[in-house]
């Protein structure tokens, strides 16, 4: 899972908006004003009959401030993205 949904920075990184862009998610941000610093980035290939499925999840991150639930209060009510 993202370390990013936990993250006060979450609705300003620029990690997390290239993050949403691969996931074909909506962005909490159309124009993020931070830069994270050393993230790290698993990206996880599952081949498909047809395709293959990337899933890229942030794992850590120097910049990383816990704030628990922040993508949860800005986006209410939705699934936390997994």
């Known amino acids: 899972m993202c ?4 993250c006060h920075y979450v609705d300003r990184c620029s990690t ?6 691969q996931h074909q ?3 909490l941000t ?3 004003d931070f ?3 050393e993230p790290t980035i698993n990206v ?11 899933e890229w999840d942030v794992v850590g ?9 922040k ?6 009510g939705e699934l936390v993205p997994t």
Do not use: Q
């Open 25 to 27: 998610e909506l962005h």
């Open 44 to 54: 996880n290939i599952r081949p498909k009959e047809d395709f293959v499925e990337m």
């Open 71 to 76: 993508w949860s209060k800005l986006r209410p």
């Open 3 to 6: 370390i990013c949904v936990n």
């Open 16 to 21: 997390y908006h290239a993050v949403e862009t």
């Open 61 to 69: 991150c120097l910049s990383f401030k816990e704030e628990m639930g």
């Open 35 to 37: 830069d994270a610093i």
């Open 30 to 32: 159309e124009n993020p």
